[in-house]
């Protein structure tokens, strides 16, 4: 029985370590993420990667949780096309941004950074877009400092959400080192987890050719799983967004078919934001940036040029 058990416990151990083993000899090629158009300090000796595009009233775009400034690329050059001076940065830790120096992988953090962006590139009066986690990015930066945000516009946002659990022990194994790490040394397996993870996000969506790619070649940089480790980890274990209004101009838009954050979230969003407007757009998912890219286009740059002439 012993010798039984021995072998079974070798068997387990070299699935485990073979194939991490393997993929060192004979590494998956992954192209490199593209770089950005500049890098902009964002305090603390780091520095972000930015796509910058267009001239007139400035637009900031906040990525979600993995992702990068390419995530908007299809938006942002629509955006630009609208008299809008549109900045997509990779936050801190993803992509070609330096790595986070400071350990603090939660929201406070990357509205910090976001802010930081805002000073050096001397903006005022900013519409910040945010996605997703960008999305509860842009309400924290708008809590800390609004001097410099003029409007928010929050797309399949994060936010307030009573029932979040405390700590799941799922959370737990999932976002583990070693867990993310494993997947991460196995390429297929990798691969095969984003694609799963995108097609939620997507939902009944298509998922674009250049989606997957873009995708494996950000989780490729060398700060991302780290990054998208800690940032999920502290969102699973319930970091939430407060529920006191925020004063300024916004626009909650959501899918209606969002599989990611429950439509539920963007009505709580509206219900503690006394300037707030909710857009539905019926059959769209999480992923709204990517799929509804006119749709957004036409809502966002009106409500920009609507309020900034105010």
Do not use: C
């Not at 990068?68 to 690329?73: I, M, N, P, V, Y």
Request: proline fraction near 8%; avoid cysteine; glycine fraction near 10%.
């Amino acid at each position: 029985m012993r010798r039984i058990l021995l072998a079974l416990a070798l068997a387990f151990a070299a699935l485990i370590a073979l194939p991490p083993l393997y993929y060192v000899v004979f590494p998956a090629p992954v192209e490199p993420l593209a770089a950005g158009d500049r890098m902009i300090p964002v305090g603390d000796g780091v520095s972000v990667s930015a796509i910058v595009r267009g001239h007139g009233e400035p637009v900031v775009l906040v990525h979600g949780l993995p992702g990068s400034g390419h995530d908007w690329a299809l938006l942002t050059e629509s955006l630009a096309s609208r008299n809008l001076h549109v900045i997509a940065y990779d936050r801190v830790g993803y992509g070609n941004s330096d790595a986070r120096k400071n350990g603090e992988f939660t929201l406070d953090g990357s509205a910090r950074d976001l802010l930081g962006l805002l000073e050096s590139e001397g903006l005022t009066d900013v519409t910040v877009v945010g996605w997703s986690y960008g999305g509860g990015t842009a309400i924290r930066a708008a809590r800390m400092d609004p001097s410099r945000i003029g409007r928010l516009v929050l797309v399949g946002s994060a936010g307030y959400w009573p029932d979040v659990p405390d700590d799941p022990a799922i959370a737990s194994v999932l976002f583990s080192a070693p867990v993310l790490g494993w997947v991460a040394a196995v390429p297929p397996v990798g691969r095969a987890a984003q694609a799963a993870s995108s097609g939620q996000a997507f939902g009944s969506e298509a998922i674009p050719d250049w989606w997957l790619p873009t995708l494996a070649s950000n989780f490729a940089s060398p700060n991302t799983l780290l990054t998208y480790r800690e940032e999920a980890a502290a969102m699973a274990w319930g970091e939430n967004l407060d529920t006191s209004p925020i004063d300024l101009p916004i626009m909650v838009i959501h899918g209606q078919d969002d599989l990611l954050v429950p439509i539920e979230v963007a009505h709580l969003l509206v219900e503690a934001a006394p300037r707030a407007e909710l857009v539905v757009i019926d059959g769209a998912s999480h992923m709204l940036p990517v799929t509804q890219v006119p749709e957004l286009t036409e809502r966002v740059a009106s409500f920009v040029h609507e309020h900034s002439a105010q």
